[in-house]
């Protein structure tokens, strides 16, 4: 068990529709990355926040937003979902300098 | 912009020997930290190995371990007496200090009995 927390596991919606994933980072860490995986994809990078701030910003649609709260947890937004939005959806927190990412065991979202 | 390259999208290795992946990257820093991460079918994301790039001793975790060449930007990681429980894929990482972590596209590896 990593300590992050992804809630769905699963989520099937459809086209048009708006999601939000949820993530739990592990005690005390105080950065957050959301990352997305396609099938048999490699992990493209989202977003980054730290202690509630964005930090950086990858190749993330403008239909897609993110936040982090005061409690650290994060939430993935989802919006105008199309057929190419199906992917596993990861999150990731570290914590001092130099942690290694733990990784949450993803959100499988699929949209029909 | 940092980059990580894996050349070799697929190896397979026969159980009980050894197999070497290759990870190259690309940065004009001199303080990160390098990663390999393991993803078996069960799609969770498992860190295999870790290394601070002010550390000249390779790390080793049991029977992982990386070969880091920082003059060359190359960390390889050397898996011994392969597993049937070693098939996944295997993506590199790259971390700057309190910066965003890059991973490279991945080797799929397959542990043939």
């Known amino acids: 068990d990593s300590g992050v927390t992804q809630t769905p596991k699963h989520l099937i919606t459809a086209t048009g529709q708006r999601v939000t994933l949820r993530c739990s980072p592990r005690?005390?860490?105080?950065?957050v990355y959301w990352y997305q995986q396609s099938l048999d994809q490699g992990l493209q990078f989202l977003i980054q926040?730290?202690?509630?701030?964005?930090?950086a910003k990858g190749n993330i649609l403008e239909r897609f937003s993110a936040q982090q709260f005061p409690d650290l947890h994060s939430e993935l937004n989802l919006s105008s979902l199309e057929l190419g939005d199906s992917a596993l959806y990861f999150c990731?927190?570290?914590?001092?300098?130099?942690?290694?990412?733990?990784f949450g065991q993803g959100t499988r979202l699929t949209v029909v | 912009a940092q980059t990580v390259t894996q050349s070799q999208p697929e190896m397979s290795v026969q159980e009980a020997e050894t197999v070497t992946l290759s990870c190259t990257y690309d940065?004009?820093?001199?303080?990160?930290?390098l990663f390999w991460y393991k993803q078996p079918p069960s799609r969770q994301m498992i860190l295999v190995i870790r290394?601070?790039?002010?550390?000249?001793q390779n790390a080793t975790e049991n029977r992982f371990s990386v070969n880091f060449q920082k003059a060359a930007k190359s960390f390889s990681l050397k898996i011994s007496d392969s597993q049937l429980g070693d098939t996944a894929m295997y993506f590199c990482?790259?971390?700057?200090?309190?910066?965003?972590?890059?991973f490279g596209t991945g080797t799929s590896l397959t542990v043939i009995p």
């Open positions: 990482a790259f971390k700057r200090t309190g910066n965003q972590f890059y």
């Open positions: 290394q601070e790039a002010y550390k000249q």
């Open positions: 926040y730290y202690n509630g701030e964005e930090r």
């Open positions: 940065t004009s820093e001199s303080n990160y930290y």
């Open positions: 005690s005390g860490d105080l950065s």
């Open positions: 990731a927190s570290s914590g001092r300098q130099g942690s290694e990412a733990f």
